[in-house]
Nanobody, 127 residues
């Protein structure tokens, strides 16, 4: 059974930090791209960052560059999203997702590229 389980969400004040973790099971973690997405109330889900476990490369959307860091521990099948300098507009449900490498997956603009999804973790940033 494939599972992606997020943890680490919560409520923080603007400027503070949070760390999200995504632990995977049921598939060959090393072969997959793991992405973080988020969905704010009333908005569409959007990609945040992803890491390609094959290439060892990470990718970020412009609105989190310099503030968020994605990392992967292949021995633990876990991807971590370190979020610093949080802003109220970062408030959302954060999802991790996994997909096989493709020409489009690193853009995070095509959710169909990600085959497996977690249940989501709420992050709330107060002003």
């Amino acid at each position: 059974e494939v599972r992606l389980v997020e943890s680490g969400g919560g409520l923080v004040q603007a400027g503070e930090s949070l760390r999200l973790s995504c632990t995977a099971s049921g598939f060959t973690f090393d072969n997959y791209v793991i992405g973080w997405f988020r969905q704010a109330p009333g908005k569409e889900r959007e990609g945040v960052a992803c890491i390609d476990n094959n290439l060892g490369r990470s990718y970020y959307q412009d609105f989190v560059k310099g503030r968020f860091t994605i990392s992967s521990d292949n021995a633990k099948n876990t991807v971590t999203l370190q979020m610093n300098s949080l802003k109220p507009e970062d408030t959302a449900v954060y999802y991790c997702a996994a997909g096989l490498p493709s020409a489009l997956i690193h853009t995070m603009n095509y959710e169909d590229e990600y085959k497996y999804w977690g249940q989501g973790s709420q992050v709330t940033v107060s002003s």
